[in-house]
């Protein structure tokens, strides 16, 4: 591990979340933020932007730590890793379609925490290096005077700069 990350744990047993909490720390990882609830979850990530969250599915209350991924997916970009006893095919399906970084089973080893988020805090890197990437691309081929028109392989057009929009009378949609 070569830096520090900022970690929030959503657990809603105090007991659990003291233990994963104490793993993180003697992991070197910092903690940010904790929650019981998917409520307070959403709130503190907004809050504090954690570089990852350790979420428990089930969790008390209204909203469970599956919808409390989607609410804070559709908020900011953050990866959450599912720590949980529920591995029913229902619960992994759900838990897919929020796009986690991981799912581990309770109990897991201290190994296993470990792997999981070095692998996710890694895949989140990458994934903001391809977005920064995306959007500096975006705007040099925005800023080109020159006309550019990109296709796929069937020739479908998915890409007009500004300049060929205006040349061709064609919009980018």
């Keep these: 591990m070569v830096e520090k990350a900022r970690i929030m744990v959503v657990e809603d047993e105090a007991v659990i979340s003291m233990e994963i909490q104490d793993r993180l720390t003697k992991m070197g990882h910092l903690i940010c933020g904790t929650a019981a609830s998917g409520e307070e979850a959403v709130s503190v990530a907004t809050a504090k932007q954690p570089d990852l969250i350790l979420m428990d599915v089930n969790l008390r209350g209204e909203v469970d730590g599956v ?14 890793i599912y720590l949980t006893a529920f591995a029913d095919d229902r ?4 838990a897919r379609h929020t796009e986690p970084y991981g799912y581990l089973i309770k109990p897991f080893s201290e190994k296993e925490l470990y792997a999981a988020i070095e692998m996710a805090l890694y895949k989140s890197s990458m994934e903001a290096k391809l977005r920064a990437s995306q959007r500096q691309y975006a705007t040099t081929i925005r800023c080109i005077a020159d006309c550019v028109v990109v296709t796929d392989t069937e020739m479908r057009i998915t890409l007009m700069n500004p300049a060929a929009q205006n040349v061709t009378g064609w919009k980018q949609e």
């Design 91 to 94: 619960t992994v399906e759900r």
């Design 67 to 80: 919808q409390t991924a989607e609410k804070i997916r559709d908020r900011i970009e953050m990866p959450v």
